[in-house]
């Protein structure tokens, strides 16, 4: 299997995993803070279908946003903040802040007419690599007087740093657990061979998530193909080959769009250097070859290995029409032979 960037592949995954009311309310009743917990009414958490993160940061950043009964018939809501950095984001209090605000300002909207605002506990997810170690509070951020302290705007926020947390300890949830260890190891590309073993196991006991969990592992870890293979085949062996077929077809779709949009992004600014419009024409051409060369020389090394210097040199030269006449043979060619045969 080829490293296909598809956008954001960390978002999808969590955000699927959060819309599911009870494994959103597993998630937030094992992690949230007891004083919270205590007060939430056995009713599932609603999902707003809301984002409030700003664009720019969407590549990082994800949330989710989700309205709560406590047992005392008051309304309230659980801001859950995705961080998917590597590395903990110090201005991640500024972030809520704004966000919080935003959360507010489209309540009053809706109720013109309030006596009390609303309660939003914020929550960070966080499953980078790096231990998170930032303080839990908004007046962080603040350059003050330690003595000006209770008259500042300040706030807590809980953090579950997903790599502090043992595996068999990840969630009491059956699908939570398949589902936060994949995420867990996401960014802990040295373990992916230990945690193939425990990922087989916890798909064995919620075998209705393979799909979503392979498929991110395809974008996410690069696993060869016959260490999916074998997840699948531990899991559900009648899928097998549907699933690996789907997977190689996604991959290549996402391969060649991404080679494309780059070959075409380098010839339009080789034409703009150009200044003229016949040097935009054969820079867009040119591009386009390059995509397509960059392409087929990511899929055939996985194929069939390393790839002789004739072979390359042959790619390099041929038009975009028979680059793209070899890569459809990638997946069904036995050999290099029969993928360059004339």
Not at 194 to 209: F, K, Q, S, W
Not at 273 to 282: N, S, T, V, Y
């Amino acid at each position: 299997m080829t490293d296909t960037r598809i956008p954001h592949p960390h978002d999808h995954f969590m955000k699927e995993l959060l819309s599911y009311p009870e494994t959103a309310g597993a998630l937030l009743r094992e992690r949230l803070p007891e004083a919270v917990v205590k007060f939430l009414s056995a009713k599932p958490p609603e999902l707003i279908s809301s984002s409030f993160v700003d664009e720019e940061l969407r590549g990082h950043l994800s949330d989710r946003l989700f309205k709560v009964e406590t047992i005392n018939g008051r309304t309230a809501f659980l801001y859950v903040l995705i961080e998917h950095k590597s590395t903990p984001d110090n201005q991640v209090g500024w972030q809520l802040l704004k966000y919080l605000v935003e959360i507010l300002k489209q309540w009053e909207k809706k109720h013109r007419n309030w006596d009390r605002l609303p309660a939003i506990v914020p929550f960070v997810f966080y499953h980078g690599l790096d231990e998170w170690k930032i303080p839990d509070e908004f007046l962080h951020l603040v350059d003050l007087e330690e003595s000006w302290r209770p008259y500042l705007l300040n706030f807590r926020f809980s953090v579950l740093d997903l790599g502090r947390v043992p595996d068999r300890k990840l969630s009491q949830d059956r699908r939570l657990h398949a589902r936060l260890l994949a995420l867990k190891y996401a960014t802990r590309k040295t373990h992916q061979m230990a945690i193939r073993e425990r990922l087989i196991e916890a798909l064995r006991n919620a075998p209705e998530d393979l799909h979503p969990i392979v498929r991110y592992l395809v974008y996410v870890y690069c696993y060869d193909e016959q260490t999916l293979r074998r997840i699948i085949r531990e899991v559900r062996p009648e899928e097998e080959e549907t699933m690996m077929s789907q997977f190689a077809q996604d991959i290549e779709k996402a391969v060649r769009h991404q080679a494309l949009q780059e070959g075409i992004q380098q010839g339009m600014q080789q034409g703009m250097q150009q200044g003229m419009q016949q040097g935009m024409r054969k820079g867009l051409l040119e591009g386009e070859a390059k995509g397509e060369a960059k392409l087929l020389l990511r899929l055939l090394p996985r194929r069939f290995g390393p790839l002789p210097a004739e072979i390359c040199e042959r790619i390099y030269e041929a038009d975009p029409n028979t680059i793209e006449q070899w890569a459809d043979r990638v997946l069904d060619a036995k050999s290099l032979e029969d993928v360059f045969a004339e």
